[in-house]
């Protein structure tokens, strides 16, 4: 894995909750780094592809919006494990996707349009093969949002 210079450190801190609004986002962020935009897009695709960077994209407020979350603990064989993940990941409300150690191995983050979507897609998750057990962790209070890591 490639070192971090102080220049991806300053990208990566303004990706996290800087990303302009507006038809060139990289060229504006390029000019608050003090170089051009193709840089900055060359420095992301890198950063992206030594695994610094898994995605750049928005957070809504996913209760305004009527969605309906959850967190999801999967006991999944070992031997299944990148298989199950895989599935998960093609749901499109499945985030935060990650392997644990434990009993419960396998942690998600679930967002639906409703009760219904959420309790279908459950059903198809704990009957992947390889998934053992599943504990469905409804959220009773919501405690952060949008998680930003300061790099120095």
């Known amino acids: 894995m490639m070192e971090l210079t102080a220049f991806d450190k300053d990208l990566l801190n303004l990706l ?3 990303l302009p609004v507006c038809s060139h986002p990289f060229a504006k962020l390029a000019e608050e780094l003090g170089t051009d935009e193709q840089t900055v897009l060359s420095r992301v695709q890198e950063l992206k ?4 960077l898994r995605r750049i994209g928005t957070f809504f407020d996913s209760n305004n919006l009527g969605y309906k ?10 031997a299944k494990m990148q298989t199950v993940a895989e599935a998960v990941n093609r749901y499109p409300g499945a985030t935060h996707n990650y392997e644990r150690e434990g009993r419960y191995n396998l942690w998600f983050t679930l967002l639906s349009p ?18 053992e057990d599943m504990l469905n962790l409804k959220a009773n ?12």
Do not use: C, M, W
Request: glycine share 8%.
């Open 114 to 131: 409703n009760l219904e979507t959420e309790a279908r897609i459950l059903d198809e998750v704990q009957s992947l093969n390889g998934v």
């Open 141 to 152: 209070k919501k405690y952060k949002i949008n998680v930003q890591f300061k790099l120095h």
């Open 16 to 18: 996290q909750g800087n």
């Open 69 to 78: 979350g959850t967190l999801v603990a999967l006991k999944v064989d070992p």
């Open 49 to 52: 592809a030594e695994g610094y």
